[in-house]
C-alpha cells in the first residue's frame, strides 16, 4: 500500500511544492538563527544552524530530481541530517516543555516541522543512488559537526536547557550513529526498497 504513494512523490507538482517549502523552511531557519550567528566566531558560522542546512541538503536533492538526475552525496548529506535534525528538535522541545510546563505555538511549529524533515528524507530514499563513500563522507561531516557543537560550544541554545548540556551532547552523539544507522539502512542496506525514479507532470 505505501509503495502507492510513490509515483505521487515523483510527479512534478509534488516535487515542486516540496522544492518551494523547502527553500521558505530553510530561508527561515536562517532567520531564525541570525542573532546566534550574530555571536559566532567566522570559522564557525558554516557550522551553527544545523536544521537549515539539513533541508538545504535537500533542495539540492529536489532540483536534481527536477533535472532527472542524482546527487549522492547531496542525498547522503540530506537523509543522515535531516533525520538528526528533525528528531533532535522534536526531543529538545519535549524537554523545554518538561522543564519549563511550558510550550508555546513556536515550539510546536518547530517540533512538526522537525518531524516533516526527518519523514521526508526518509520517504524519497526509494529513489537514492547513493555509494558506501558518499555514506561515510555524511558521517564524518556529521560527527565532526558534532565536535564543533559540543566541544567548542556552538550548539543551539535553548536557555532553558543550559543545565543539561553534557547530557544532551551525550544524546546527540548517540542520535548521529542512529542517523548514519538509518542512512545506511534506507540507501544502502542488501534488499533496500529500490525504485526508478520516474517523474511524471
Given at each position: ?22 527553500i521558505?523552511?530553510t530561508?527561515?531557519?536562517?532567520y ?16 551553527v ?6 533541508s ?13 538526475r ?16 528533525g ?15 511550558e510550550?508555546?505555538?513556536i ?35 556529521i560527527?565532526?559537526?558534532e ?32 542517523s ?15 525504485l ?6
Amino acid at each position: 500500500m505505501i509503495s502507492g504513494i510513490y509515483p505521487l512523490l515523483a510527479s512534478r507538482p509534488a516535487l515542486w511544492l516540496l522544492l518551494w517549502v523547502n527553500i521558505f523552511g530553510t530561508a527561515y531557519g536562517y532567520y531564525w538563527y541570525g542573532w546566534q550567528l550574530r555571536e559566532t566566531p567566522p570559522e564557525f558560522l558554516l557550522f551553527v544552524p544545523d536544521s537549515p542546512t539539513a533541508s538545504l541538503f535537500f533542495v539540492f536533492v529536489l532540483i536534481a530530481f527536477l533535472k532527472g538526475r542524482n546527487w549522492p552525496l547531496m542525498q547522503a548529506l540530506a537523509i543522515v541530517s535531516l533525520f538528526k535534525y528533525g528528531i533532535w528538535a522534536v526531543v529538545m522541545n519535549l524537554l523545554v516543555f518538561i522543564v519549563s510546563g511550558e510550550l508555546d505555538w513556536i515550539g510546536l511549529m518547530l517540533m512538526g516541522s522537525h518531524f516533516a524533515m526527518a519523514v521526508e528524507g526518509i520517504l524519497y530514499s526509494p529513489f537514492y543512488r547513493m555509494k558506501p563513500r558518499h555514506l561515510i563522507i555524511a558521517a564524518i561531516i556529521i560527527l565532526h559537526n558534532e565536535i564543533i557543537d559540543y566541544v567548542f560550544k556552538m550548539m543551539p541554545r535553548y536557555h532553558t536547557l543550559d543545565l543539561y548540556m553534557n547530557e544532551i551532547g551525550y544524546f546527540t552523539f548517540w542520535l548521529s550513529i542512529l542517523s548514519i544507522g538509518v542512512g545506511y539502512y534506507f540507501c544502502l542496506r542488501p534488499g533496500r526498497l529500490e525504485l526508478p525514479f520516474k517523474s511524471s507532470r
